[in-house]
């Protein structure tokens, strides 16, 4: 199940039931004072106005507003109540017009009220409210999300807005981009001419396998499929066995499963697959692990649904990967996602060869396993919601609102749940690392913490404080890039790592429970503001007691003490990158350098981080002795923004990632493609630090995230790249000197890429039913001697169109060639079931 409760008294057990008691309907009713308008009355609307370019905003700064429309029979009173929401991004707070007054609660979790000057808002009026921003807005994502209105007569009732929406963005100042040199949005010709390097390409020439297999030999014959399939294989291999016979289902061959050597390789997850027109199919794998891949191969070269010719060509694969860290960050903390959405992206990561779910479980927005013993983790710490008391829950974050019962702002695993994911995982060959953060990005669990001290504080407990992680005199300044500035464990308490030490020790146990198991835990690290701990007379006094000069030792001195507690259960630790980094100044700018204090823990370091001047700090930890995960911003982060259209989901903070971004990474020459001015002071791969390259994973965090849906959106086809280039061998043109070779092998095969993704991979999932909603991009259309011309970044996908102004269906004319009709031209590309995707437009009149 997926729980929202887990209380362990009874007393925590109301504490928990209140979190996610909705508002009952007569409550929300009586919160409106007699004459005042209704919440569900109210119309409010976003719109982006324009960017300001000053001498000291050079980069821009975005004016927006609400406008407030009252559509009530009664007004909105001068006094006596406030607008909630939240941003992901800063607001200039303090007067904003029309009277009312902008206050920032905590994070990005703001409400508007009523100032001296607000005369109220009679009926069929609006009001205008003025938003600066400090930064330009280019994202949608980043307007105010999950408005509701709350009376100071209830205090405790939010009344949902539901009459809410932003306005297009249509108007030039709009998407002004100033001097910065930034193109302002991706045009159908842009599109149009970035998807010509890649044709149609005949069904012979498209490769029949992703991710490509090291060695491939075809054979001349052809298998029959008929229904008269065999499945032989021992008993350790009953799973694999079960998967071969569900392939087969429509009709297959004699199939022959078994654990030997793969001739010629180590790796735990090589395989052999050989298909005879006479002799059935076989596959040996090094493991069972190495069997299962031989399986997903064999799927990957099955004929699609309904294919007129059921046979499956002879071929010989000797296969293994390049990386044996193949993985996905799925984050459900930031919005929960629940376990059937975490089963389905288990099942496609087993598809593609990925073997790694990175399970981020924790941040500041929400804690999501339950922890034996520490009931209000999940009965505060996981439930989102309106309370104006402290310690109820958490305030709504990222669009959740007022009701804590809202599927994504709350809700967690429970340890049942937690032992089905392991098992779920297991069964395909795939390792779950859970994530814990700390010592930032930790305010669901601080929160958390001190509603625990004050429930036992009040019941007279000497325990009340045996958990705590933050000390109550700390007066340090610091802001998170969340906007948080009461978010960080405390090193100098105890009471913090004795809470580490009880995580870890049931997680521990969960996995034990599972019978699966666990070789490291990600102790999260990133991001700790500059300013933490330096006011806190706790960590003051430790850092005297301990000697330690400066907040950078107290870093280092935390996670000694974290490694130990980890050590203490035989795993090592996991962290991002600034576990195994240290903060210091250069030339007085800040920089990141391998921390030589733990070189020799055993650390696993994810690097994000490759942006401009940190190009290369992926390779200097790994030169410096740790071992290292690729997670880089600029090509793995499935949340960032495909581009830099506003209505394009997504963020935009680390890059704008494309499929192309994602399949051009080369994992061991970041820089190969740069400029040199870019790869000038930037190290490269030793070859002892690529040996410490442990592999590479694609990444999603979800504040964007509300629906299961959006993660389909942003994950695919780019985890299909992913995929690629974790399990395949670097490929001609990443390693190849001379520029005009390199770009003339990479056309070659990028077209063949995309031609499979086009022609085979997508319309398999499609025609299977299996549930992806993946991202369909919106066409190229250029305008040329009055013919509008179409293509698709993935060739093979159909395309519709209209000469209206409507949006094309399923039922709209199919684009066979140059559209010679005049008017205002809409194409889409469409899925095999008729889903269309993103609609793109040209004025042809």
Do not use: C
């Not at 000057?117 to 980043?142: C, H, T």
């Not at 929160?447 to 407990?461: D, N, T, V």
């Not at 280039?725 to 056309?747: F, H, N, V």
């Amino acid at each position: 199940m997926l729980a929202l409760l887990a209380p362990a008294s009874a007393t925590v057990a109301a504490t928990a039931q209140a979190a996610v008691s909705a508002v009952p309907a007569q409550a929300a009713s009586a919160a409106v004072p007699d004459g005042a308008v209704r919440a569900g009355r109210l119309q409010v609307r976003w719109e982006l106005q324009r960017n300001v370019f000053t001498e000291a905003a050079p980069d821009g700064r975005t004016q927006a507003r609400l406008i407030v429309t009252n559509n009530d029979s009664q007004p909105l009173p001068a006094r006596g109540w406030s607008l909630h929401f939240n941003s992901m991004d800063a607001l200039q707070t303090g007067a904003v017009g029309a009277g009312l007054v902008l206050e920032q609660i905590a994070g990005g979790y703001f409400r508007l009220k009523p100032g001296d000057g607000f005369a109220g808002l009679a009926p069929g009026q609006s009001l205008e409210v003025s938003l600066l921003y400090p930064y330009r807005i280019v994202k949608l994502d980043k307007a105010p999300s999950g408005p509701y209105l709350v009376y100071d007569a209830a205090p405790d009732v939010g009344m949902a807005i539901a009459d809410f929406a932003l306005l297009p963005v249509t108007r030039p100042e709009q998407v002004d981009t100033g001097k910065t040199g930034l193109n302002p949005r991706v045009t159908p010709a842009d599109t149009y001419r970035r998807n010509a390097r890649a044709g149609l390409l005949p069904a012979a020439e498209v490769p029949p396998v992703l991710p490509t297999p090291l060695h491939m030999q075809p054979g001349a014959g052809k298998l029959r499929l008929t229904g008269n399939a065999s499945v032989k294989a021992p008993a350790a291999l009953a799973a694999e066995a079960a998967l071969a016979r569900e392939l087969f289902k429509s009709g297959g061959a004699p199939l022959q499963l078994g654990v030997g050597k793969v001739e010629g390789h180590d790796s735990p997850e090589a395989y052999r697959l050989t298909i005879g027109e006479k002799d059935g199919i076989a596959i040996t794998g090094n493991s069972a692990a190495g069997v299962f891949y031989g399986l997903q191969t064999l799927r990957d070269l099955m004929p699609l649904p309904g294919a007129a010719d059921p046979a499956l060509a002879e071929v010989a694969i000797t296969d293994a990967p390049r990386f044996g860290h193949r993985g996905f960050m799925l984050d459900v903390a930031r919005n929960f996602h629940g376990k059937e959405t975490v089963f389905k992206w288990l099942d496609l990561m087993a598809r593609y060869k990925l073997n790694t779910l990175h399970f981020h479980l924790t941040d500041d927005e929400g804690w999501r396993l339950e922890i034996a013993g520490l009931p209000e983790l999940t009965a505060i710490g996981a439930v989102r919601g309106h309370s104006a008391k402290p310690g109820v829950r958490l305030q709504p974050a990222y669009g959740s609102g007022p009701d804590p019962r809202d599927a994504s702002g709350s809700g967690y695993f429970s340890r049942a749940d937690y032992i089905e994911i392991l098992r779920y995982a297991k069964a395909r060959h795939i390792d779950v690392i859970p994530e814990i953060e700390m010592p930032g990005h930790a305010r669901a669990a601080v929160q958390a913490m001190e509603a625990r001290y004050h429930r036992l504080k009040a019941a007279g407990s000497k325990d009340a404080a045996k958990y705590l992680l933050h000390d109550f005199s700390d007066r340090s300044v610091y802001k998170s890039p969340q906007l948080y500035t009461d978010h960080v464990i405390n090193p100098g308490l105890e009471s913090s790592f004795t809470f580490i030490g009880h995580v870890v020790a049931e997680v521990v146990k969960l996995h034990r429970a599972a019978g699966v198991p666990l070789r490291t835990i990600h102790m999260g690290g990133d991001e700790l503001p500059d300013g933490a701990w330096e006011k806190s007379p706790a960590s003051l006094a430790l850092m005297r007691q301990k000697k330690l000069e400066t907040s950078a030792d107290l870093w280092d001195y935390f996670y000694d003490r974290v490694d130990a507690i980890v050590r203490k259960h035989g795993l090592y630790a996991s962290g991002w990158e600034e576990m195994a980094a240290r903060k210091t100044l250069l030339a007085g700018r800040h920089k990141l350098i391998p921390n030589p204090r733990f070189t020799q823990r055993g650390f696993s370091a994810y690097v994000w981080n490759n942006t401009v001047g940190a190009e290369d700090l992926a390779y200097r930890l790994a030169n410096a002795g740790y071992d290292i995960v690729l997670a880089p911003v600029t090509k793995m982060y499935m949340d960032m923004a495909a581009n830099q259209n506003p209505e394009e989901p997504g963020v935009n903070w680390g890059a704008y990632v494309e499929l192309d971004d994602v399949y051009g990474f080369i994992p061991f020459d970041y820089l190969k493609n740069a400029s040199a001015e870019a790869r000038l002071g930037k190290d490269g791969l030793t070859d002892y630090g690529r040996r410490r390259v442990r592999g590479m994973q694609a990444t999603l965090f979800t504040e964007t995230v509300r629906d299961p849906a959006r993660i389909d959106y942003l994950a695919m086809p780019r985890l299909l790249a992913v995929a690629e280039r974790a399990w395949a061998p670097d490929p001609a043109w990443a390693t190849e000197g001379d520029a005009d070779k390199a770009a003339a092998l990479y056309g070659s095969a990028w077209s063949g890429f995309v031609n499979a993704l086009g022609q085979r991979v997508l319309p398999r999932l499609d025609l299977e039913r299996v549930g992806v909603d993946y991202r369909i991009a919106p066409p190229g259309l250029l305008v040329e001697g009055g013919r509008v011309l179409a293509n698709h970044v993935l060739p093979g996908m159909a395309l519709r169109y209209t000469v209206d102004g409507s949006a094309p269906t399923a039922a709209s004319k199919p684009v066979t060639g140059p559209i010679a009709e005049r008017g205002l031209i809409k194409v889409a590309a469409f899925d095999r079931n008729g889903r269309p995707g993103v609609v793109a437009s040209v004025d042809n009149r």
